[in-house]
């Protein structure tokens, strides 16, 4: 009864931190989360490690959230939706973890394997419905050569934009102008761009775009508008295109209004074999096939230029951290929408850096996630039933000799082993067979990118190309229009 009163205590102390301001606002969240972890304190000082370890667990999104308010880094409208939200999600949760459950371990167990099984399941056919799909198919019929813009925005990129331009600068593509802007660099960018201009390479000075756009954002608007093709290829300087690669894209794009494209990892860039395979796991393993969210990636993505414009350019997407998503949400409604796996016809490889890499994945990943806490939670239940369940339960059942977990369970590590391999096989080039043990490792640093994105979001700082990308995205936003 003493533990109960304390939980019920620390739920309302939130609640009341929702509603008020200044300096009760932050004495009721801090006192809120510690009678929280007094209870967890209590629960595992008398032996009772399991109510208290998941309570521990739901303590860190529930200080989050009372660190939301303790230091406001939002409008007060949207704060108060937003904690108001999580401490929703988070009421039954903790109630629930104080339930005396009389679930024997055998039967807690069971239930795990199945539900491992059931995940890793829907995850192998989410990566094989998905490579079927997106495979490129034979275009080579349509006859339109549309003028191409090639927008290649640079911040600070003395290491990777000479490879870059000169790829860009072989490709045999006639119809192609290639237009690079130097995002307000601090290096020898802009003399880099500039030594490329008596073959053709166009040179756009960026400004600072100061607190109402992501700079990434005002950097495709300017490239939108300096641009003069009936069609823009958008694309990073880790990439590089071969000499076919536009013509290719053209085609493969055929009347649709907007192409993303997966690209290769070049074969002496293949040090981040950790990272990249994420990266296509949010975009090949959630079913997106199958829902108004289509797969897209901002390495490499070509849209017809009135399309684009017709809808407003990027100004509606300004703040948006992966404003190539809800282009593409836009054009699939409209069923002009392609997305495809690049092969060696193609001729689209990408050299991005393993920390680069992963200040992408700690850049977007808690965005994707809605800057939920409580999605972030969910995720790394799911990650934990995909990747560590499985060999816990294998153990259990092999050293109590339960047959049928034994099969499930090594049949769970078995999917999981081989939609990793899929994925890693379209990502790398030579380490991709580490893809069969590798898969319990990427749930753990996904969690931990999840975890470490979400604190800095929280935080009000997340730096990119040297840029505090939060202070955007803290103004007032109107909601998107709806597609």
Known sequence: MFVLSLIASSLLSELLAIVTHGFWRRLLAAGGVLLHFVVVGTLLATGEFLPGSLLLFIGMFRFINALRLARPQMHEKALRKRSLRTWLFMLPLTLLGLVDWQFSLDATMLGLTIASFLASLALLLSVVISYRKYRMTDNSEF?????????????????????????????????????????????????????????????????????????KNAAYDKLLDEATGETVLF?????????????????????????????????????????????????????????????????????????????????????SIKPEAQIARQARNKKAYQF???????????????????????????????????????????????????????????????????????VSIVFLAFANMVLSRLALRKLWGL??????????????????????????????????????????????PKY
């Open 435 to 480: 893809a069969l043990f590798t898969a319990p490792a990427l749930s753990v640093i996904d969690g931990y990118i999840a975890i470490r994105s979400m604190i800095a979001y929280e935080t009000g700082v997340v730096i990119w190309k040297d840029r505090n990308i939060c202070l955007p995205m803290l103004q007032v936003e109107k909601s998107l």
């Open 143 to 215: 006859a339109k050569k549309p003028t191409v813009s090639l927008c290649i925005p640079a911040r600070n990129e003395t290491q990777d934009l000479p490879g870059c331009i000169e790829a860009a600068l072989a490709s045999s593509y006639s119809k192609l102008e290639i237009i690079v802007l130097d995002d307000c660099s601090h290096d020898k960018t802009p003399e880099i761009i500039k030594h490329y201009a008596h073959q053709g390479v166009r040179f756009v000075r960026g400004q600072e775009p100061g607190d109402k756009w992501l700079a």
């Open 340 to 410: 495809v796996i690049a092969n060696d016809e193609l001729g689209i490889t990408s050299q991005k850096s393993p920390q680069d890499q992963l200040d992408t994945a700690l850049r977007v990943r808690y965005p994707q996630l809605r800057r939920r806490p409580e999605a972030v939670l969910v995720l790394i239940v799911i990650l934990s039933v995909l990747g560590i369940v499985p060999i816990v339960t294998l153990i259990y059942s092999l050293s109590s000799a339960y047959l049928l977990s034994s099969l499930l369970s090594g």
């Open 235 to 319: 694309i990073g300087v880790e990439v590089r295109l071969g000499k076919q690669t536009i013509t290719t894209l053209v085609e493969q794009l055929g009347d649709n209004s907007m192409i993303s494209v997966l690209p290769r990892r070049s074969l002496d860039s293949e040090s981040s074999f950790f990272i990249q395979p994420l990266r296509y796991w949010w975009e090949l393993g959630l079913w997106r096939f199958r829902g108004s969210h289509p797969p897209v990636l901002s390495t490499c993505w070509m849209a017809r230029a009135e399309f684009l414009r017709r809808n407003g350019g990027f100004e509606a997407y300004r703040r």
